[in-house]
């Protein structure tokens, strides 16, 4: 947190400063926590602020809605 927070390495983090944790998630390995950050980063905005919240019921509500691709891309019917 202090890297990300005191501006150390270029990139996304160095430029929205200042940088508040808002969730943490105890992994036993390193690739385990990369994989989860991925996933999360896949969730939509309201996902991700339910999680932060604690809000597990809206965390399963917004993970139900379609996103806005889902939205402008239907699939087909078979």
Same mark, same amino acid.
């Given at each position: 947190m202090s890297q990300h927070r005191?501006?150390?390495?270029p990139g996304y983090t160095?430029?929205?400063?200042?940088v508040t944790l808002v969730w @943490? #998630? %105890?992994?036993?390995r390193i690739t385990d926590a990369i994989a989860y950050e991925r996933r999360l980063k896949g969730w939509s905005r @309201? #996902? %991700?602020?339910?999680?932060?919240?604690?809000?597990?019921d809206g965390l399963r509500d917004a993970a139900k809605q379609p996103t806005s691709r889902e939205r402008s891309h239907p699939t087909p019917s078979s």
């Open positions: 005191d501006g150390t390495y160095s430029r929205r400063r200042p @943490a #998630e %105890q992994c036993e @309201a #996902e %991700q602020e339910a999680l932060i919240r604690g809000d597990w």
